[in-house]
């Protein structure tokens, strides 16, 4: 299995054949982080439009329940 970042321009959850991005499965998640936790644009991760507006929206649940950092900045 390649990594998102891997592949040329096709979308990770779409040849994973994942129609729900579950926000507790945050090794997924990760991969579409940056090092400062931003969330990383479709133009780098070479997800399909769909699928991007749903893995928004559960990098920012996850933030939300704190299973991802809003920042990387820890104390």
Do not use: W
Request: hydrophobic share 35%.
């Amino acid at each position: 299995m390649q990594t998102p970042l891997e592949s040329p321009h096709v979308c990770y959850f779409c040849i994973e054949g994942m129609e729900v991005i579950d926000y507790k499965n945050t090794s997924v998640l990760q991969k579409f982080i940056s090092y400062y936790a931003k969330i990383l644009p479709r133009r780098r991760t070479h997800t399909c439009s769909k699928h991007q507006r749903k893995l928004a929206l559960a990098i920012k649940r996850a933030r939300i329940m704190a299973l991802l950092p809003f920042t990387n900045r820890h104390v």
